[in-house]
């Protein structure tokens, strides 16, 4: 079936990289995505990647997908207090377009001043 | 353009009662789909719609229904509401691209 999973937790020191890592299981994928929910928010789109792609960067994101492996990692470069809150990596499955998505359990991200 | 907009923002219900979650997005969006959020748990997709008229069932698709008379609207029925649907509810919707979805602001629900 289709399942996406995460770690839970991540604590870093404002200013360092931060590194969140997701596996995904179905292979026909055609985007995945991360998602950022601050408390109390909503979901919002980060970034995403298309699955023929192994890296995406923008500013201060990258994203790296290893296809082999099934597995997706955001990588948050310089990170701030802001960037505190949970991130879901998510994928769209099926190589179809269903407008569904399979979300992870979210990594809940800890900036330390 | 309003986005996706969700009322309400909050309710609280007794087990046993009915009521229907509000969903309306203003983008000519062909895709729409309702998730639940618990805590450890992520989204998980409840019901989905590719098109007015065409509805599907996601993960948990039991104890909630569907309908898709319109492009904008997706409404969420609960028929009888249990404990166990306490949680928070994001309705989101995307073109047939699906390159991203659009999320609501979120229905917080209490069923005691």
């Known amino acids: 079936g289709e399942d996406v999973e995460q770690s839970l937790f991540l604590s870093v020191r404002e200013g360092d990289s931060s590194v969140i890592n997701c596996t995904y299981t179905d292979s026909s994928s055609t985007y995945l995505y991360w998602y950022k929910q601050e408390p109390g928010a909503g979901l919002q789109l980060l970034t995403y990647?298309?699955?023929?792609?192994d890296m995406k960067q923008d500013q201060r994101l990258t994203v790296l997908l290893n296809k082999k492996d099934k597995h997706l990692s955001l990588r948050i470069a310089d990170t701030q207090t802001g960037d505190s809150a949970i991130y879901f990596c998510?994928?769209?499955?099926?190589?179809?377009?269903?407008?569904?998505?399979?979300f992870g359990q979210g990594t809940t991200l800890q900036v330390k001043p | 353009n309003a986005g996706v907009t969700q009322t309400p923002k909050f309710q609280v219900l007794k087990t046993g009662q009915s009521m229907t979650l509000q969903c309306a997005q203003d983008m000519n969006h062909e895709y729409m789909s309702w998730y639940r959020q618990d805590p450890g748990m992520g989204l998980r997709l409840i019901h989905y719609s590719v098109g007015a008229g065409i509805t599907d069932q996601g993960e948990v698709p039991n104890g909630y229904n569907v309908s898709r008379s319109t492009t904008e609207d997706f409404p969420l029925r609960l028929l009888s509401a249990a404990p166990s649907q306490t949680s928070v509810y994001f309705c989101?919707?995307?073109?047939?691209?699906?390159?991203?979805?659009?999320f609501g602001p979120g229905t917080r629900l209490l069923v005691l």
């Open positions: 990647i298309f699955s023929n792609m």
């Open positions: 998510a994928e769209s499955p099926g190589s179809g377009n269903t407008g569904k998505l399979i």
């Open positions: 989101a919707s995307s073109p047939h691209t699906v390159e991203t979805q659009y």
